[in-house]
């Protein structure tokens, strides 16, 4: 069974940094599209990076490019998202999902993810 849970978000000023981590388990084939979205209050769902597992191919969301990096420490079957440089758009619920998938994870779209967890708050406010 695939479970992730999601750990790091917090309240931190603006420019701050924070450290998202997704606890994965369960993932038991070969190939994944694994990512991080959010949610930000009266705003749909929106994907803010995305490693393929394949290839370790990466993807970001322009808002993010060049402040946010994925990655993933295989040997805590972790995911992270290091978050420099926030800013108070960046406030919302973070997501992990992953998919199984060949396909690069930057054409796998946010409703095609099969497997999610909880959430964690990121609130970025002085």
């Known amino acids: 069974q695939v479970q992730l849970v999601e750990s790091g978000g917090g309240l931190v000023e603006p420019g701050r940094s924070l450290r998202l981590s997704c606890a994965l388990s369960?993932?038991?084939?070969?190939?994944?599209?694994i990512g991080w979205f959010r949610r930000a209050p009266g705003k749909e769902r929106e994907a803010v990076s995305c490693?393929?597992?394949?290839?370790?191919?990466?993807s970001y969301a322009d808002s993010v490019k060049g402040r946010f990096t994925i990655s993933r420490d295989n040997a805590n079957n972790t995911l992270l998202l290091q978050m420099n440089g926030l800013k108070p758009e960046d406030t919302a619920v973070y997501y992990c999902?992953?998919?199984?998938?060949?396909?690069?994870?930057?054409?796998?779209?946010?409703?095609?993810?099969?497997?999610w967890g909880q959430g964690t708050q990121v609130t970025v406010s002085s």
């Open positions: 369960g993932l038991i084939y070969d190939y994944y599209a």
């Open positions: 999902a992953t998919v199984r998938s060949r396909a690069p994870c930057v054409v796998i779209s946010v409703h095609e993810y099969h497997y």
């Open positions: 490693l393929s597992t394949r290839d370790g191919r990466t």
